[in-house]
């Protein structure tokens, strides 16, 4: 594609009709771009007319974000895939992007920030040395638009330091961006400072600096987050000055209206309450002089501050810094006191965990977001939150004061609540959280609080003060009263006894009928996470015959919560719907047809536009679930599934929802395993299945294979019939030659060799050995060593092991010699899973007992390969990676294509390619070599106690021992 106006018009018009209502148009360009993106000069042409300033705004924001998303899709040049960007291409974007970027209006500038700091993460610093550089002189142009521009992207480039591991290549980089970049920071910062100070009463300046301080701010927090970098430690004093003087400073001109949005001086100070808070935490030794003036500062902002959300993220990231500072041995004297810690409870922590009007409004208007923040814990910290992680601050060293002082609030606040429930039902909301606080002392998201704190008593808690709002007949009446309590009994259901769980069933199933959709949300996350708690015995808590009067309530009511308005795609719901079914399984089988036809209409309707991943998720395994349950007893039940189900797989298959499409191949794999052959209409998509397109999607390549190695299985007759073992073997050529995918191309041959007629094979076998060999010689990896190993010890087992010594020495004479010194003896080790090393060790037991080559032309290795072999059953698994070696794992490959999502119920059942007949491998070795022995009278004793060494004889003659055999 040549950079010319022809070019630039129609992708303009593409790009326009990816903003079109209709859906056909929009996906028709989007295709058409699809088709295009791999072209030279495609990146280019979008740069291009991206920087047109007399082009369509929404096209010119159309470019922008087709330009970062195929940046991230792309840049990253993974082995084995297309490189869809020419590196002339490459050297052309980075020659351009930067002045570019900081050439463009805000809204372009900051998707051409992002795709930068795209491309540094894979290019910075060695492929991109002047990055930094060209950055930095950007910083003395004085034009504030372009200064920030250069600093949202180096915040977007050095942001990962926050999370990466610790790693010399990292150090190393981080030096180099000190070097660099720490200086030139600073000076901006002191330049910035003395604008800002002059600027005061200019409206429009102040708020660009103020903007530029606080990204200013991030991009210190970024540098200093791995270690305390030495210049930053010299110039502490600067910092350290200024960020006090933001802190305590107030400029009206900044004050905004907007009660919700945070405006650029509560961004900059909650900034510097996080930068603080990470010194006190991580260098409290060198930050110690300047915490009495920054404790003091914050504790005046947060006692100042009023209760608008717009300052929600400051008082949460204020509230984060005094927790640091209160969970420190060093600082413990700065609280001691009772007067503090009252102060602290009245002035900071019981305000902040009040139930606010905007808090009302999120629980009623956007129940969504609400449930994000209360119960998921969002990006960002709640209010709530960070008072409560302050109560577990203050807890760690004055447990008890903190537990009286605070008890006698909820005290008060539960009278409150008596007096008058209908007015003071917040009251008893913060005693609630006040007491959740204070109880937990530790937690996990699987398993909620596993310990409570001594001085609580979350059981009589319960009793007195929850039960009663479970239990009220109106599920509609004090909405955010029910969700406290069903909340609290998600939070401590492995604290409370059994009894009380089980009581609580049937209004927890009554509440899923509540208008409100964070009350039959948190009714059917309790429901799913009660039916996963274990007694100490490892019963259920919950077990089937407690839930099983109540099962026609239960789906009624989870389905019902499906058709209410903002619940239509509600995963917790759907996930409860999954878990009854995992609890209740043959119970469910009288309600099979219903819930099967639920499922099918939420799934017709959700395939129009798949838009909550997790929602679609449990739909699947809701589906694999009905599946299992229904055809446990029958599995000629399947065909019933397949007439529902078939039709809107049909639907999705032809309309390409790539989305669902990895999930249908997993569940069409589960019902075709559930027969005893391949029926016909299975067989008539074979074909289909062998298209090249849509092994091109990495989610596909997993459930694919599996629904390949299903097709073999129970219909390899049929393959063979219609001639369709060439492009089946193709597929696995294609998987072989990949090192992502080399694995799933064992999963597929070796089901092959196990299923399909030797004779119908035969012609087609040399062949596959001449690929493997020729990967192995071009491109050995652990990984593949281990698959070939067990490849080759399968086709023994299956072909006999003269046969697996043939085929090898047919491609090259004598070659299996170097295949037992170079891969079988120092490799096997490496070899893992229970059955792949069980098909190893009756393999490599068949080489040594039933092929006469072994005693013949490789005699050589046969006392090495029996150590081999006793040590595959003795020694750990050898896990050692050459360390030139690096596995592309599928899940972190960059691309658009959905991401392979496994779905638990519709697993594959490990298949014994021995169908039973070796239940103990080490026995059946000391079998083998009894009967070799009697072949040979007199010649393997001799071989064992000259070459085997002592420790392996010695458990070689446990298994004889074992087999009740002895050597001839």
């Known amino acids: 594609m040549e950079v010319n106006d022809g070019n630039l018009q129609a992708l303009a018009t593409y790009l326009q009709q990816t903003l079109s209502t209709d859906l056909t148009q929009r996906k028709t360009a989007e295709k058409y771009l699809e088709s295009v993106e791999g072209t030279q000069n495609y990146a280019i042409l979008l740069l291009t007319l991206?920087?047109?300033?007399?082009?369509?705004?929404?096209?010119?924001?159309?470019?922008?974000?087709?330009?970062?998303?195929?940046?991230k899709r792309n840049w990253r040049v993974v082995e084995d895939q297309a490189n869809k960007i020419c590196e002339p291409d490459r050297n052309t974007i980075k020659d351009q992007i930067v002045d570019l970027m900081l050439s463009m209006?805000?809204?372009?500038?900051?998707?051409?920030?992002?795709?930068?700091?795209?491309i540094g993460r894979e290019d910075f610093p060695a492929k991109w040395p002047n990055l930094l550089p060209q950055l930095v002189k950007k910083l003395e142009v004085g034009d504030f638009h372009i200064i920030n521009g250069v600093l949202r992207t180096v915040h977007s480039l050095f942001k990962r330091y926050r999370h990466e591991f610790k790693s010399q290549e990292l150090w190393t980089e981080i030096k180099l961006v000190l070097d660099t970049f720490a200086a030139p920071l600073t000076d901006l910062f002191n330049k910035t400072m003395e604008l800002a100070k002059a600027h005061a009463n200019d409206p429009v300046p102040i708020k660009i600096l103020y903007n530029s301080l606080?990204?200013?701010?991030?991009?210190?927090?970024?540098?200093?987050?791995?270690?305390?970098?030495?210049?930053?430690?010299?110039?502490?004093?600067?910092?350290?000055a200024h960020f006090h003087t933001l802190l305590v400073d107030e400029n009206k001109l900044l004050v905004t209206n907007d009660e919700d949005e945070a405006g650029p001086l509560e961004l900059l100070k909650s900034q510097i309450c996080d930068n603080v808070a990470m010194y006190a935490q991580k260098y409290d030794e060198e930050f110690q002089q300047f915490l009495p003036d920054f404790v003091k500062a914050i504790w005046n902002l947060l006692v100042t501050t009023g209760p608008q959300v717009k300052f929600d993220i400051l008082v949460s990231n204020a509230i984060q810094f005094l927790a640091s500072v209160a969970e420190r041995q060093h600082y413990k004297q700065l609280f001691e006191s009772q007067d503090t810690l009252t102060s602290i409870c009245e002035k900071v922590v019981v305000p902040n965990m009040e139930f606010r009007e905007a808090d009302g409004d999120l629980f009623e208007f956007n129940p969504e977001e609400y449930i994000r923040k209360d119960i998921e814990g969002s990006d960002f910290d709640t209010r709530r939150r960070s008072a409560c992680d302050l109560v577990k601050a203050l807890c760690r060293f004055f447990e008890e004061p903190v537990t009286h002082i605070f008890s006698a609030y909820v005290t008060q606040m539960l009278q409150e609540y008596t007096k008058s429930p209908s007015t003071h039902w917040k009251n008893k909301d913060s005693a609630i959280f006040l007491v959740t606080s204070l109880a937990a002392k530790s937690k996990t998201q699987k398993h909620g609080t596993t310990e409570v704190r001594e001085l609580v008593n979350v059981v009589d808690f319960f009793r007195a003060n929850i039960a009663a709002d479970l239990q009220s007949p109106n599920v509609n009446e004090f909405p955010v009263l029910k969700a406290d309590a069903i909340k609290y009994l998600i939070t401590f259901r492995n604290m409370l006894p059994a009894d009380v769980i089980n009581a609580a069933l049937p209004c927890l199933i009554a509440l899923l009928k509540s208008e409100s959709t964070v009350v039959h949300t948190y009714a059917a996350l309790a429901i799913e996470r009660i039916f996963t708690v274990r007694l100490p015995n490892g019963q259920p808590a919950v077990p089937a015959?407690?839930?099983?009067?109540?099962?026609?309530?239960?789906?009624?009511?989870?389905?019902?919560?499906?058709?209410?308005?903002?619940?239509?795609?509600?995963?917790?719901?759907?996930?409860?719907?999954?878990?009854?079914?995992?609890?209740?399984?043959?119970?469910?089988?009288?309600y099979l047809k219903i819930i099967l036809g639920h499922l099918k209409l939420k799934l017709i309707l959700v395939a129009k536009n798949p838009s909550k991943p997790h929602f679609n998720h449990y739909l699947f395994e809701a589906m694999s679930l009905s599946?299992?349950?229904?055809?446990?007893?029958?599995?000629?039940?399947?065909t019933a599934f397949e007439t529902e189900l078939f039709p809107p797989f049909q639907e999705i298959l032809t309309t390409d929802v790539q989305e669902f499409i990895p999930y249908v191949f997993q569940i069409m794999?589960?019902?075709?395993?559930?027969?005893?052959?391949?029926p016909e209409p299975y067989m008539a998509m074979f074909p289909f299945l062998l298209a090249p397109i849509l092994w091109e999607r990495l989610g596909n390549i997993p459930p694919l294979v599996r629904l390949l190695q299903a097709f073999v299985e129970k219909g390899s007759a049929q393959i063979v019939a219609s001639d369709k073992v060439t492009p089946l073997l193709g597929v696995f050529q294609k998987l072989i030659a990949s090192k992502a995918n080399d694995h799933h191309g064992f999963y597929l041959i070796q089901t092959v060799v196990e299923h399909m007629n030797g004779a119908a094979l035969q012609p087609y076998m040399?062949?596959?050995?001449?690929?493997?060999?020729?990967?192995?010689?071009?491109?050995?990896?652990?990984?593949?060593?281990?698959?070939?190993?067990?490849?080759?010890?399968?086709?023994?087992?299956?072909?006999?092991?003269?046969?697996?010594?043939?085929?090898?020495?047919?491609?090259?004479?004598?070659?299996?010699?170097?295949?037992?010194?170079?891969?079988y003896v120092p490799e096997v080790q490496k070899v893992s899973g229970g059955m792949e090393k069980k098909i190893c060790q009756v393999g490599m037991t068949k080489l040594l007992t039933e092929c006469p080559p072994m005693l013949n032309d490789y005699k050589n290795f046969?006392?090495?390969?029996?150590?081999?072999?006793?040590?595959?059953?003795?020694?750990?698994?050898?896990?050692?990676?050459?360390?030139?070696?690096?596995?592309?794992?599928?899940?972190?490959?960059?691309?658009?294509?959905?991401?392979?999502?496994?779905?638990?119920?519709?697993?594959k059942h490990e298949t014994d390619p021995f169908h039973g007949a070796v239940p103990n491998a080490k026995v059946f070795l000391a079998q083998s070599l009894f009967t070799l022995s009697r072949a040979h009278p007199g010649q393997l004793p001799g071989m064992i106690s000259t070459g085997l060494d002592a420790t392996a004889a010695q458990f070689l003659q446990g298994y004889m021992h074992e087999a009740k055999v002895t050597l001839a």
């Open 862 to 907: 046969w006392v090495p390969l029996l150590q081999a072999l006793i040590g595959l059953f003795e020694l750990p698994e050898d896990d050692s990676v050459p360390d030139d070696e690096h596995f592309i794992e599928i899940e972190d490959t960059p691309g658009y294509q959905t991401a392979y999502s496994q779905l638990a119920f519709a697993g």
């Open 214 to 240: 606080a990204l200013i701010c991030k991009v210190f927090y970024s540098l200093n987050f791995q270690d305390l970098p030495e210049y930053f430690e010299d110039n502490m004093q600067t910092w350290m």
């Open 627 to 638: 599946i299992r349950v229904g055809c446990k007893s029958n599995p000629t039940e399947v």
């Open 669 to 678: 794999s589960l019902m075709l395993e559930l027969h005893k052959d391949c």
């Open 766 to 823: 040399k062949q596959v050995f001449t690929l493997l060999f020729q990967r192995l010689m071009s491109s050995k990896t652990t990984k593949f060593i281990k698959g070939i190993l067990v490849f080759f010890c399968l086709y023994a087992v299956k072909h006999g092991a003269p046969a697996l010594v043939k085929m090898v020495d047919d491609i090259q004479p004598k070659m299996f010699g170097m295949v037992l010194e170079k891969l």
């Open 50 to 71: 991206l920087s047109k300033a007399d082009a369509d705004v929404n096209i010119r924001i159309s470019a922008a974000i087709t330009f970062k998303n195929f940046i």
């Open 105 to 118: 209006p805000e809204n372009l500038q900051r998707q051409l920030s992002d795709a930068i700091s795209i």
């Open 545 to 590: 015959e407690t839930v099983k009067p109540h099962v026609e309530a239960l789906l009624t009511n989870l389905f019902g919560a499906l058709e209410m308005s903002g619940s239509e795609e509600n995963e917790y719901v759907m996930k409860a719907i999954m878990r009854s079914l995992s609890l209740m399984k043959e119970e469910m089988v009288p």
